[in-house]
Nanobody
Framework: QVQLVDSGGGLVQPGGSLRLSCAASASIFRRFAMAWYRQAPGKQRELVAHITSGDTTTYADSVKGRFTISRENAKNTVYLQMNSLQPEDTAVYYC?????????WGQGTQVTVSS
């Protein structure tokens, strides 16, 4: 049973924008904190942005002021709006849902920033 489906990646020029989406099953969305991670080639997976079930958000320093994470309860969906994208943002982006000792990952969506 698929719990998280992330989408919205693609190729964009430096300075451009993309919006990633993560559709979650209703049982997860209501109770779990949600986050976006990314993994660039040869690097470890890193946290990009996190949002609690109460809508408290945190961001990695590298994306503060450029990325925004949000939840749309009616659609059980979490978004990552990414603006002013730079080549160093190139990575596979993964949606994550976690609560206590339970967590789920999306399948990942590729974001490539290149001219």
């Amino acid at each position: 049973q698929v719990q998280l489906v992330d989408s919205g990646g693609g190729l964009v020029q430096p300075g451009g924008s993309l919006r990633l989406s993560c559709a979650a099953s209703a049982s997860i969305f209501r109770r779990f904190a949600m986050a976006w991670y990314r993994q660039a080639p040869g690097k470890q997976r890193e946290l990009v942005a996190h949002i609690t079930s109460g809508d408290t958000t945190t961001y990695a320093d590298s994306v503060k002021g450029r990325f925004t994470i949000s939840r749309e309860n009616a659609k059980n969906t979490v978004y990552l709006q990414m603006n002013s994208l730079q080549p160093e943002d190139t990575a596979v982006y993964y949606c994550y849902a976690g609560r206590l000792t339970t967590w789920y990952w999306g399948q990942g969506t590729q974001v490539t920033v290149s001219s």
